[in-house]
Every structure is written in structure tokens, then in C-alpha cells.
T-cell receptor, first 110, second 115 residues
């Protein structure tokens, strides 16, 4: 079964708006990562947050992690049409495994 | 850096045929992962290697699947015999992991269709 579950499954917004995606997981983690996948392409790493961190920023991306609730959120500010893609959270647990969630399909309308 | 290179980009084959997918990881990366992506099951980890040694193959669906990494710059995933339910996108990814789940670099994937 998937370790991470993203919410919502699909999100459609207008250019310039903010997009928020959530990820919940079940077991203790070493870190949590977010990836983006454009249609027909491989996944691209966006940001990594460690279990002892609560918030991290990278450009227009902001990630939060709440280990007590076993949840994370990805915020994309001032979205652009080019942000249209699927976004996946991935949890790093024991060893070197990374387990991916089912993804959120984001559509940014121009 | 050329990134992770996978070949072929697309593969169409008939049921029962042998399929071999290839991957060249990023130079210097010591971990290599094979994932499979389908609409029904999402991204599934099939197997991963560390320093060319298979570490965890618990995700390999059945004996029809096998993976090798003869050296640090090449890995193969073989399906023999192939079945229609094997149709999926197969991704290879590599990382310089140091055992702390560091970020993965993905190839562009192989779209496999088994007729």
C-alpha cells in the first residue's frame, strides 16, 4: 500500500493563485520529499524536508511538515501555467527506500 | 551531466516475448532504483541496488522479472515472458544516497506496451 496519500487528487486554479497540496503518511520517516512530473516525463525533485524540520522554502515553493499529525503540505505561490503537472510526495523510511503517494494533478489555467 | 539515460523510450511487444529495459545512472551515484508507474497502482518500487548489489527486490512482481547491475554505469530490467498486465511506464532513478534517502534523479522512462 502507498505510504503517502495526497489530497486533493486534482486541483484546478487560475494563474496567479496559490496552490496547496497535502500529503499524509502512516509510519515514522527520515524525510519527506516532493516531486513534480510533467506529462510523459520522469519525476523531478523539488524539495526535501527532514523529520526534524518544520518548514522549508525554495523559490515559490513552501513545504511544511507536522510529524505529530504525519502530514505535509506543499504550497506553490503565484502559480503559472508552466506549473501544470502532477505532484507527488515521497517518504523516506528505513534503509534507502522512497515510497511515493498517488499524486495530485495540478492544472493552472492561463 | 547527461542525467539518467533509459532506453528504449518506447517498447511495443507481443505477449510471451522477452523485454529488456536499460538504464545508465548518473556517474558517481551509488544507488540505482527501478520503479513502475501505472494508473491503477501509481509508482511502485521494484528493486534497488547499492554499489551494484541488489539490496531490496521485494517489489519485483514475480519470477518473470529480473534485474542486474553488472557495473556502476549500467543496469537492465528484464521481463521474460512478458504479459499484457506488464504494460506500464518503467523508470530508472539514481542517487548519491549515503543511506539518508537523498533525492532521486529520474530518467525519462520506458513506455512498455505488451499486446
Amino acid at each position: 500500500s502507498q505510504q503517502g496519500e495526497e489530497d486533493p487528487q486534482a486541483l484546478s486554479i487560475q494563474e496567479g493563485e496559490n496552490a496547496t497540496m497535502n500529503c499524509s503518511y502512516k509510519t515514522s520517516i527520515n524525510n519527506l520529499q516532493w516531486y513534480r512530473q510533467n506529462s510523459g516525463r520522469g519525476l523531478v525533485h523539488l524539495i526535501l524536508i527532514r523529520s526534524n524540520e518544520r518548514e522549508k522554502h525554495s523559490g515559490r515553493l513552501r513545504v511544511t511538515l507536522d510529524t505529530s499529525k504525519k502530514s505535509s503540505s506543499l504550497l506553490i505561490t503565484a502559480s503559472r501555467a508552466a506549473d501544470t503537472a502532477s505532484y507527488f510526495c515521497a517518504t523516506g523510511t528505513s534503509g534507502s527506500r522512497l515510497t511515493f503517494g498517488e499524486g495530485t494533478q495540478l492544472t493552472v489555467n492561463p | 551531466d547527461a542525467g539518467v539515460i533509459q532506453s528504449p523510450r518506447h517498447e511495443v511487444t507481443e505477449m510471451g516475448q522477452e523485454v529488456t529495459l536499460r538504464c545508465k545512472p548518473i556517474s558517481g551515484h551509488d544507488y540505482l532504483f527501478w520503479y513502475r508507474q501505472t494508473m491503477m497502482r501509481g509508482l511502485e518500487l521494484l528493486i534497488y541496488f547499492n554499489n551494484n548489489v541488489p539490496i531490496d527486490d521485494s517489489g519485483m512482481p514475480e519470477d518473470r522479472f529480473s534485474a542486474k547491475m553488472p557495473n556502476a554505469s549500467f543496469s537492465t530490467l528484464k521481463i521474460q515472458p512478458s504479459e499484457p498486465r506488464d504494460s506500464a511506464v518503467y523508470f530508472c532513478a539514481s542517487s548519491h544516497n549515503r543511506g539518508r534517502n537523498e533525492k532521486l534523479f529520474f530518467g525519462s522512462g520506458t513506455q512498455l506496451s505488451v499486446l
